[in-house]
């Protein structure tokens, strides 16, 4: 099922980083055949477990030039994430901009943002400030 996902939106299927341990198997707060597409295809992104696994919403998020083809740039963040958590490489994935869509769709307005954006969620609100 998660290949075929991957082929529908042309990007490879990437569950662990290469240099990460990928026997570690999570328990992501939505099932992928959950996963609706909501937007077009956009490319990759790299999002925290505190998101995907925690089920927090985005509170932060920036637009830095891509670092593989298929990567939109875009890193999203909670917001709670401490540097030592982040620095742990286990605590991160590179997903589908669409499956992050579909945690939190309040930013879909924000994903066409030019490289250099920084974004946060005006608290209470599914709207973000520019930096």
Not at 19 to 24: A, I, L, R, S, Y
Not at 27 to 51: L, Q, V, Y
Not at 91 to 106: F, G, K, R, V
Request: charged share 25%.
């Amino acid at each position: 099922m998660e290949e075929h996902l991957a082929s529908l939106f042309h990007i490879p299927l990437i569950r662990c980083i290469p240099f990460k341990n990928c026997e570690v198997k999570k328990n992501f707060k939505i099932k992928a055949e959950d996963i609706r597409k909501i937007i077009p295809s956009m490319g990759g992104c790299i999002a925290t477990d505190k998101i995907t696994v925690e089920g927090l919403k985005v509170s932060y998020m920036y637009r830095e030039e891509s670092d593989f083809e298929a990567d939109s740039g875009w890193r999203i963040f909670s917001g709670t994430e401490t540097q030592d958590y982040v620095d742990n490489s286990s605590n991160t994935e590179i997903y589908d901009l669409n499956t992050i869509a579909n945690y939190d769709p309040s930013i879909i307005p924000y994903l066409n943002s030019p490289y250099g954006t920084e974004l946060e969620r005006i608290p209470g609100t599914d709207k973000f400030n520019k930096f």
